[in-house]
T-cell receptor, first 111, second 114 residues
Framework: QKEVEQNSGPLSVPEGAIASLNCTYS??????FFWYRQYSGKSPELIMF????GDKEDGRFTAQLNKASQYVSLLIRDSQPSDSATYLCAVPLGGSYIPTFGRGTSLIVHP | GAGVSQSPSNKVTEKGKDVELRCDPISGHTALYWYRQSLGQGLEFLIY????????KSGLPSDRFSAERTGGSVSTLTIQRTQQEDSAVYLCASSLGQGNSPLHFGNGTRLTVT
């Protein structure tokens, strides 16, 4: 079964805290990993992508990849109410160029 | 530059009618994807086009669904004899077509079948 799994949440964090969003995937051979943000009623927008094991930082966002554990995470530092959205993990599985999306984690950042 | 453009943004149709949804990808993007998202659900893959290769239709839910891509650019998704369960947001995305290229989504077409 080809799967990308995320906790649906909601994950609620106070403003200024670190939000940690997690994703596991079924294909050990997957090579690329994407995080998208989707506001209610809007289409997904790319936040970050990561290809290599370890951390990748972009502003307040850090993606962490552990291929051995088939695990990718997104950390959001200094969370803001404007970060409140659903975060989608996407991974091409089985050698495909077609990303399989997780069901998303709802993040709520409260003032 | 211009992003992925989809039209119409909203479509209300009666059960049994045919509908056509249009997608104009980012210029230079060779890969084009259709997904759909039902209310409160994840993204469901429908069909994938890459250059002049045969499309990957493995996600189409029934033979009422078809899609074409003319001249390697604009794509049309057609749903024949629409059913209420077809109601969803249909999202088009394009990418550079290399294995690691991220997808860029259009604003979607919200289809409501009454």
């Amino acid at each position: 079964q080809k799967e990308v799994e995320q906790n649906s949440g909601p994950l609620s964090v106070p403003e200024g805290a670190i939000a940690s969003l997690n994703c596991t995937y079924s294909d050990r051979g997957s090579q690329s990993f994407f995080w998208y943000r989707q506001y209610s009623g809007k289409s997904p927008e790319l936040i970050m992508f990561i290809y290599s094991n370890g951390d990748k930082e972009d502003g307040r966002f850090t993606a962490q990849l552990n291929k051995a554990s088939q695990y990718v995470s997104l950390l959001i530092r200094d969370s803001q109410p404007s970060d409140s959205a659903t975060y989608l993990c996407a991974v091409p599985l089985g050698g495909s160029y077609i990303p399989t999306f997780g069901r998303g984690t709802s993040l709520i950042v409260h003032p | 530059g211009a992003g992925v453009s989809q039209s119409p943004s909203n479509k209300v149709t009666e059960k049994g009618k045919d509908v056509e949804l249009r997608c104009d990808p980012i210029s230079g993007h060779t890969a084009l994807y259709w997904y759909r998202q039902s209310l409160g659900q994840g993204l469901e893959f429908l069909i994938y086009f890459q250059g002049n290769s045969a499309p990957d239709k493995s996600g189409l839910p029934s033979d009422r669904f078809s899609a074409e891509r003319t001249g390697g650019s604009v794509s049309t998704l057609t749903i024949q004899r629409t059913q209420q369960e077809d109601s969803a947001v249909y999202l088009c995305a394009s990418s550079l077509g290399q294995g690691n290229s991220p997808l860029h989504f259009g604003n979607g077409t919200r289809l409501t079948v009454t």
